[in-house]
T-cell receptor, first 111, second 115 residues
Framework: ELKVEQNPLFLSMQEGKNYTIYCNYS?????LYWYRQDPGKSLESLFV?????AVKQEGRLMASLDTKARLSTLHITAAVHDLSATYFC???????????FGAGTRLTVKP | ETGVTQSPTHLIKTRGQQVTLRCSSQ?????VSWYQQALGQGPQFIFQ???????GRGNFPPRFSGLQFPNYSSELNVNALELDDSALYLC??????????????FGPGTRLTVL
């Protein structure tokens, strides 16, 4: 059974601090996605990682992918309150957009 | 805005009833996937339609069914509703099935409550 595990599931940070969210998955997948979800809202695409060693950055967020270790990380630099949301990683094991999501990391950034 | 719309926004049904949820994809997107997101959990893949045919299904019973139409709209039908069907239902469309760097664009979701 395919498993996508995120940790931590809950994260409370102070503004200005750095932290990393981890996403492990149990099957081969060439693609790894990161999404953000605000309370009561839909999913917003953050990153699409398509190959081993891929690294993408947008603002204070940076995502990386190690397909050999089946691990992706989402690094937060100098957190700000606006980053408070739930972050999901997802894999696409069949390369046809039937994605499998992790349980999500609920991030709260406190002043 | 992703260009993907869903209706209705909220819906309340009772156990045993049937429900139809609707999604309108972006023009040109011939692949649509449906997901169920229970409160506090990640989305779970229900099924996918590609060019009006079901093309992959997650671990959901047959009372979950769907349709896709030539005008880029689709439906999710759920029969014999159960309390555990209460969730946010998301549809997501993509331009081509599993091609290149295409990502999925999610709609705003329909919040279904089963009493």
């Amino acid at each position: 059974e395919l498993k996508v595990e995120q940790n931590p599931l809950f994260l409370s940070m102070q503004e200005g601090k750095n932290y990393t969210i981890y996403c492990n998955y149990s099957t081969t997948s060439d693609r790894l996605y990161w999404y953000r979800q605000d309370p009561g809202k839909s999913l917003e695409s953050l990153f699409v990682l398509l190959s081993n060693g891929a690294v993408k950055q947008e603002g204070r967020l940076m995502a990386s992918l190690d397909t050999k270790a089946r691990l992706s990380t989402l690094h937060i630099t100098a957190a700000v309150h606006d980053l408070s949301a739930t972050y999901f990683c997802a894999v696409d094991p069949n390369n046809n957009n039937d994605m499998r999501f992790g349980a999500g990391t609920r991030l709260t950034v406190k002043p | 805005e992703t260009g993907v719309t869903q209706s209705p926004t909220h819906l309340i049904k009772t156990r045993g009833q049937q429900v139809t949820l609707r999604c309108s994809s972006q023009s040109g997107h011939n692949t649509v996937s449906w997901y169920q997101q229970a409160l506090g959990q990640g989305p779970q893949f229900i099924f996918q339609y590609y060019r009006e045919e079901e093309n992959g299904r997650g671990n959901f019973p047959p009372r979950f069914s769907g349709l896709q139409f030539p005008n880029y709209s689709s439906e999710l039908n759920v029969n014999a509703l159960e309390l555990d069907d209460s969730a946010l239902y998301l549809c997501a469309s993509s331009p081509r099935q599993g091609m290149g760097t295409d990502t999925q664009y999610f709609g705003p979701g329909t919040r279904l409550t089963v009493l």
